[in-house]
Every structure is written in C-alpha cells, then in structure tokens.
C-alpha cells in the first residue's frame, strides 16, 4: 500500500495533548476521511511517550464538520465501534489532524451489539476543570444521543461500509 502517513492527535480543552498516532490515510468518501493503522501501530498518550501496541488491525473515520471521530476495530478486540466525542477535526496540513477529546465516547460491543456511552464522569468533572461552554457540552451531548441512536439503528457508516475500509489494511 501506497498511503501517505498522518499524525492523529486528540487534544484536551487547555490544549494538552491526549492520544496521538501515526496513521495511514486510505482515502475518502461521502462519511469523511478514512485513516488505517495495521496491526502494531504504536499509540501514544500526553507526555507518557508509547502505551501500548494495538494487537489488530483498525481505521478511523474523520467525518467532515462532525463533533465526532470512529474507530472500527478487526477482531479479536471486544469492541468493534468506539467514537469519540470531539470538537470538528481540523486539518492544519495533509498529514496532520488534531481535534479536542470532550471526554464522552460511545462504543458498540462486537457480541451481541450493545451500545453504551463511557466516560460520563469525566465529561462532568471536565466541564467543571476546563470551563467548557454551555455550547460545547450541548454539542458533545448531543453528538453521543446521535451516535447512539446511529449505532442503535445500524445506520452506515456503522452497520457495514467500514468493513471495506478495515479491509484495506488488515
């Protein structure tokens, strides 16, 4: 494969960095941009340097102007859907893309297909140490009760058209 490498960094409201890595971006459609890390990808957190190897392969979806991001994940991980709640991504340049973690992440469990939000706790002692707006928690909650029920309804990009996706990188 012939991809060109992007940084992902996912930021905290004061700018502090969070989760970061290099991926490969595979291309886009009419849901966003589609990036793929193979299996070994290394992912990073803060200042903390590598934390850990992922052990399958997985893409993510940057869709375009959303308070979203999805991460699609191969087999033999027990989760097979996790989103981020995000401000928009921004692209500062081709191979970079940077949006703030508002905390709130909605996942789907590969067996079964149960949907649940994650992180409630943090998003609510965030709004209080990061001084979120009223606008920015607004759209973070309802970005997890539209991802919800996305999920729920087995609406694409999430019942099968990632498969495809994952499919370029496993």
Known sequence: MNAAEVLFSARKYDGSMHWHCTMLRLGEDDHGVWLGMP?????????????YESQEARVKLIPRGAWWTALFMDAPQRLDTYCDVTTPSQWPDPGEVTMVDLDLDVCRVREGGDIFVD?????????????????????AAASADWLQAALRTDAEPFRSHFRSWLGKIS
């Open 39 to 51: 299996a070994g990808t290394v992912h990073s957190k803060g200042d903390e340097g590598p934390v």
């Open 119 to 139: 992180d409630q706790d943090e998003f609510a002692d965030h709004q209080v140490r990061y001084s979120y707006p009223p606008d920015v928690i607004a759209r």
